[in-house]
Nanobody, 124 residues
Framework: VQLQASGGGLVQAGASLRLSCAAS????????TGWFRQAPGKEREFVAA???????TYADSVKGRFTISRDNAKNAVYLQMISLKPEDTAVYYC???????????????????WGQGTQVTVSS
């Protein structure tokens, strides 16, 4: 079971990026998938999650700017990011959830498998 995140890069404030998460060994439509990020010197923080039903949930800091989605045919999960800000700079990780309880999905311990991360850098 593996996850691999990709799509990061260096962009200017206001730009857009789409991150991708690919899986091997399991199917995304059968699990909760989350995106987290970790900036230098800070703790890993929740960004977004998509449940098996397709229901999505977001951190307040990214609501209206980020969209998590899933392509069942490609077995991929995406994080579309628009209006990027310098404070969005971080390593972004996708993760497979082990919990399906909505109230727990913002917690790192609700996930059991993590990708290697992709760097997003937003310059001002």
């Amino acid at each position: 079971v593996q996850l691999q995140a990709s799509g990061g890069g260096l962009v200017q404030a206001g730009a857009s990026l789409r991150l991708s998460c690919a899986a091997s060994g399991f199917t995304f439509r059968n699990v909760v998938t989350g995106w987290f990020r970790q900036a230098p010197g800070k703790e890993r923080e929740f960004v977004a999650a998509i449940q098996r039903s397709g229901h999505t949930t977001y951190a307040d800091s990214v609501k209206g700017r980020f969209t998590i989605s899933r392509d069942n045919a490609k077995n991929a999960v995406y994080l579309q990011m628009i209006s990027l800000k310098p404070e969005d700079t971080a390593v972004y990780y996708c993760a497979r959830g082990k919990s399906v309880i909505l109230s727990t999905l913002s917690r790192s311990n609700a996930y059991d498998t993590w990708g290697q991360g992709t760097q997003v850098t937003v310059s001002s």
